[in-house]
C-alpha cells in the first residue's frame, strides 16, 4: 500500500529529516510512504509552484492511502494545503487517515489567537463572526470526511512536548493503514 504523506512537515527546518523517518515508519510496516519533498522540482523555475501541486497531485494518484498531519499550523486549524489534500483524496475514494498533535477543540484553540464570546447561545470571535462549535478538533468537513472514508482523527490523550517531531500520532495512523492493508 502507498500512502501519500500530507502535512505542514514540509515546512519544518528539518523537512528532509522528518519525512524520512515518517517514511521508514511506513517501511516497518510493509506500507510505501510518498513524501511530497520526494518531488523533483527546479524551484528556481518561474512555474515552480504549479510543478510543486503537479507533482503532489501525481504523488496523491498513485497513492492507495493518505495519511494527513492536521496538527494546527500558523493559526488556529490545519494547513490549507494539507485540507486540500485531504480532501482530493476522500474525492478520489482514497482510504483516509489524519493525525493532530493538538487534541484541543477548535473552538478553544481558536481563544488561544483571538477573544471568542458567547452571544444568543453561540460563540462569536473578536470579528463578529460565527466559531463553527460542535466540540470537534477541527472543521466538520475533515473530521468527517475521516469518518466516512477511513479512520477517525488520532489524537494524543496529552499533547507531546514537540508538536512537530512527535510521531506517536502517525505510528498509530500507520498500524491502522498496516491493518487494513492485511485485512484485504
Known sequence: MKIYLAGPDVFLPDAIEIGRRKVDVCAAHGLTGLYPLDNAIDLTAPDAARQIFCGNEAMMDEADAIIANLTPFRGAGADPGTVYELGYMAGRGKFCLAYANDGATYADRLSRFMDVTSEDGRLIDA?????????????????HALELHGCPLVTPAVAPIDVW????????????????????
Open 127 to 143: 470579528q463578529g463572526l460565527t466559531v463553527e462549535d460542535f466540540g470537534l478538533v477541527d472543521n466538520l468537513m475533515m473530521i
Open 165 to 184: 517531531h512527535d510521531l506517536a500520532a502517525f505510528e498509530a495512523c500507520v498500524r491502522m493503514a498496516a491493518a487494513r492493508l492485511i485485512a484485504t
